[in-house]
């Protein structure tokens, strides 16, 4: 396997805190990405990065933010947590022929 | 919308019965990929098509790439249960960004 952990598995949190997910990989990729997943929506790109400090927007960004400092590690930044985020969300890395997830992280706001 | 169409979005058959999940568009991709997803994980990359007409075989999965490259079919003979699982069919977009169909739930009932 890929090396991808995301961090934490499970989250549960109240509307209107901040929230971080952690994306850490091994593969030394230069393009990592955060999905969410909804039924009936399959995934759909929150936010990418085409290297350190390069990041821009997918079809989903609205009320996230992303930060990587660092070729392993991308982080999702959730400045204020509303209900309709919650979801499950997956880290990637690839590009071309095929791309790798992590296991997920499952995010509950009550 | 969903750039991507997948059918039947459920599909509950009977162990040994031959089956057929499509993926349609009305853009044309680069390139056709199609995911096993299960429970608890992330999807894991089945196959990758990149030629029009193209025709990939993986034991008992064949995947069609369409002649105008804007749709995909996924084929499974002699289904068993341990085919159960959310299949995604995703196509690339722009830089490097996947774009999935809403998956097919199917169900191999023994």
């Known amino acids: 396997d890929a090396g991808i952990t995301q961090s934490p598995r499970h989250k549960v949190t109240e509307t209107g805190t901040p929230v971080t997910l952690r994306c850490h990989q091994t593969?030394?990729?230069?393009?990592m990405y955060w999905y969410r997943q909804d039924p009936g929506h399959g995934l759909r790109l929150i936010h990418y990065?085409?290297?350190?400090?390069?990041?821009d927007k997918g079809e989903v960004s609205d009320g996230y933010s992303v930060s990587r400092s660092k070729t392993e590690d991308f982080l999702l930044t959730l400045e204020s947590a509303t209900s309709s985020q919650t979801s499950v969300y997956f880290c990637?890395?690839?590009?071309?022929?095929?791309?790798?997830f992590g296991s997920g992280t499952r995010l509950t706001v009550v | 919308t969903q750039l991507l169409e997948q059918s039947p979005q459920f599909l509950s058959i009977q162990e040994g019965e031959n089956l057929t999940v499509y993926c349609n568009s009305s853009?044309?991709?680069?390139?056709l990929q199609w995911y096993r997803q299960e429970p608890g994980e992330g999807p894991v990359l089945l196959v990758t098509?990149?030629?029009?007409?193209e025709v990939k075989k993986l034991k008992r999965l064949t995947f069609q790439f369409g002649d105008a490259r804007k749709d995909s079919s996924l084929h499974i003979t002699a289904a068993q249960p341990g085919d159960t699982g959310l299949y995604l069919c995703?196509?690339?977009?722009?830089?490097?960004?996947?774009?999935f169909g809403q998956g097919t739930r199917l169900t191999i009932n023994p």
């Open positions: 990637a890395i690839g590009m071309g022929q095929g791309y790798t």
């Open positions: 593969e030394n990729h230069r393009y």
């Open positions: 990065s085409y290297g350190v400090k390069d990041t």
């Open positions: 853009s044309v991709f680069s390139s």
């Open positions: 098509v990149v030629t029009g007409g």
């Open positions: 995703a196509g690339i977009q722009g830089a490097q960004k996947l774009v």
